[in-house]
């Protein structure tokens, strides 16, 4: 079985300041994670996905994630966060190698709010 | 990116109608599509598999006979809430498969989401 913890509910950060998204994961195969996106009434967008290349994964404006199996971790970062970065962020999980194929397992998300 | 469209974007209903979603890739086949369900500051939680040409998959604790799938074409898969109740109120998001170049490798691609309300 699989399954994502997203370690807070919430998180608040100022304008031009870092962001940390706490993601952690429970797998018994070698996983694929990825970073969603959702704005108000929007799709979801991916940001980054890792599968099994380079452990440090840069995605989609200025984010990136590192893969970390000793920790079972895989944290969303930024350096400088932006307005538009306001939104609702969901780890996720895939297992096996036919990334993708099946479902993916969702973790409960965190809402990042950027204040001004 | 592939593009995936879902319609309606928002629909309101009478308690015991059915309620029929579209969703479709615009670009590209999908011969797998999954429909989710989100409640509100909820997670997503899948509640099907739709496979072109067969039937549905379902995950456990939904009910097959209420949440009618069906994917009749490459580009379509349907979701239709039979007899809705304002249980059933809540925010449903397909996402179409597509391989991503990789050896067996695929990519999901997620559309708008459908908002239901039932009244």
């Known amino acids: 079985a699989q399954s994502v913890t997203q370690l807070d509910s919430h998180v608040s950060v100022s304008e031009g300041t870092p962001v940390l998204l706490r993601c952690n994961y429970s797998?018994?195969?070698?996983?694929?994670l990825f970073w969603y996106v959702q704005h108000p009434n929007k799709g979801l967008q991916l940001l980054l996905k890792?599968?099994?290349?380079?452990?440090l994964v840069k995605g989609i404006n200025g984010f990136e994630a590192e893969f970390k199996k000793s920790e079972t971790s895989f944290h969303l970062t930024k350096p400088s966060a932006h307005m538009s970065d306001a939104a609702e962020y969901f780890c996720?999980?895939?297992?096996?190698?036919?990334?993708?194929?099946?479902?993916?397992?969702f973790g409960s998300g965190t809402r990042l709010q950027v204040q001004p | 990116g592939a593009v995936v469209s879902q319609h309606p974007s928002r629909v309101i209903c009478k308690s015991g109608t059915s309620v029929k979603i579209e969703c479709r890739s615009l670009?590209?086949?999908?011969?797998?599509m999954f429909w989710y369900r989100q409640f509100p500051k909820k997670s997503l939680m899948l509640m099907a598999t739709?496979?072109?040409?067969?039937?549905?998959?379902?995950e456990q604790g939904v009910e097959k006979d209420k949440f009618l799938i069906n994917h009749a074409s490459l580009t379509l898969s349907t979701l239709t809430v039979t007899s809705a109740h304002p249980e059933d109120s809540s925010f449903y998001i397909c996402?179409?498969?597509?391989?991503?170049?990789?050896?067996?490798?695929?990519?999901?691609?997620f559309g708008p989401g459908t908002r239901l309300t039932v009244t």
């Open positions: 996402s179409a498969r597509v391989p991503s170049g990789g050896l067996l490798t695929y990519e999901q691609y």
């Open positions: 797998s018994s195969y070698s996983p694929s």
């Open positions: 890792y599968t099994s290349a380079a452990t």
């Open positions: 996720v999980v895939s297992v096996g190698m036919d990334t993708g194929r099946r479902a993916l397992t």
């Open positions: 670009d590209f086949q999908a011969t797998t």
């Open positions: 739709s496979n072109e040409g067969s039937k549905a998959t379902y």
